[in-house]
């Protein structure tokens, strides 16, 4: 079969990845602290593998969607006068620490709550435990803020003066996208530490996705689409002919 239908098949469905992440995008554009993903391609290694009997089969064609990098560049400063809304002038994330699990992530959003948590405290000696109502920043799905100390921040007063972690990582590329504009870090992002970036309060960071510039992408990997396709009834018009005149 000619090779341009197995390039065309190949590019279909990259287009279709390519859309996914353009439409991510486009979805995420009012959520602050987003991140835009870039998509990223690569060629297939052209040349053919021996097959059954000495036949040659195609080894690859085309190009791949190899992965979606992440744009963290920084999104525009919104105001909105809330006490509990926070912004990062500069490098740094926030970490936000998720009680049940002990798991750790990282985000620009800074858009924080007052949550309230029960604390058993163990009673003296033949006495119940005390239950305890410990009040704690945060985000918007509960998982708790950790001050530059790395421990959550607790609160009395939803107008006090709180010290929120800002914290830098070493290396941002393949960091871990987890849902709710989070990302978890593996062994590859190496150290974290403290940041002295700034912190806005009343503020939030909008997202960094561009509407014109994701719609542009979209407008591009539709026509390509179109344009494989086309390529592709192509070829089955021409290996149809040679088919046909084969057989005539």
Same mark, same amino acid.
């Given at each position: 079969?000619?090779?341009? $239908? =197995?390039? *065309?098949?190949?590019?279909?469905?990259? /287009?279709?990845?390519?859309?996914?992440?353009? %439409?991510?995008?486009?979805?995420?554009?009012?959520? =602050?602290?987003?991140?835009?993903?870039? +998509?990223?391609?690569?060629?297939?290694?052209? !040349?053919?593998?021996? !097959?059954?009997?000495?036949?040659?089969? +195609?080894?690859?064609?085309?190009?791949?969607?190899?992965?979606?990098?992440?744009?963290?560049?920084?999104?525009?400063?919104?105001?909105?006068?809330?006490?509990?809304?926070?912004?990062?002038?500069?490098?740094?994330?926030?970490?936000?620490?998720?009680?049940?699990?002990?798991?750790?992530? $990282?985000?620009?959003?800074?858009?924080?709550?007052?949550?309230?948590?029960?604390?058993?405290?163990?009673? %003296?000696?033949?006495?119940? +435990?005390?239950?305890?109502?410990?009040? =704690?920043?945060?985000?918007?799905?509960?998982?708790?803020?950790?001050?530059?100390?790395?421990? +959550?921040?607790?609160?009395?007063?939803?107008? /006090?003066?709180?010290?929120?972690?800002?914290?830098?990582?070493?290396?941002?590329?393949?960091?871990?996208?987890?849902?709710?504009?989070?990302?978890?870090?593996?062994?590859?992002?190496?150290?974290?530490?403290?940041?002295?970036?700034?912190?806005?309060?009343?503020?939030?960071?909008?997202?960094? %996705?561009?509407?014109?510039?994701?719609?542009?992408?979209?407008?591009?990997? /539709?026509?390509?689409?179109?344009?494989?396709?086309?390529?592709?009834?192509?070829?089955?018009?021409?290996?149809?002919?040679?088919? %046909?005149? *084969?057989?005539?």
């Amino acid at each position: 079969m000619l090779q341009a $239908f =197995y390039s *065309a098949t190949v590019g279909a469905q990259q /287009q279709m990845q390519r859309l996914n992440v353009y %439409a991510n995008n486009i979805s995420n554009v009012n959520t =602050y602290g987003y991140k835009a993903q870039v +998509p990223a391609f690569q060629a297939l290694m052209y !040349g053919m593998l021996d !097959g059954i009997d000495g036949s040659q089969l +195609p080894r690859g064609s085309g190009t791949v969607m190899a992965l979606t990098g992440t744009d963290m560049g920084d999104g525009a400063m919104e105001e909105t006068g809330r006490n509990l809304d926070y912004a990062i002038v500069g490098d740094g994330f926030f970490a936000v620490y998720e009680p049940a699990t002990g798991e750790v992530t $990282f985000t620009r959003d800074g858009s924080f709550t007052m949550n309230a948590y029960q604390e058993v405290e163990e009673g %003296a000696e033949g006495e119940e +435990p005390v239950v305890n109502t410990v009040y =704690y920043l945060c985000d918007g799905e509960g998982r708790q803020v950790l001050g530059p100390d790395g421990y +959550p921040i607790p609160m009395t007063d939803p107008n /006090q003066e709180l010290n929120i972690g800002v914290f830098t990582i070493q290396y941002k590329d393949g960091l871990e996208r987890v849902g709710s504009g989070r990302f978890a870090m593996g062994e590859k992002n190496g150290l974290v530490w403290a940041s002295d970036s700034k912190v806005l309060q009343g503020f939030l960071e909008s997202s960094n %996705a561009d509407l014109a510039n994701e719609l542009s992408g979209v407008i591009e990997a /539709q026509r390509s689409y179109s344009y494989v396709l086309r390529m592709m009834t192509t070829a089955d018009d021409v290996e149809t002919t040679i088919n %046909a005149l *084969a057989n005539g």
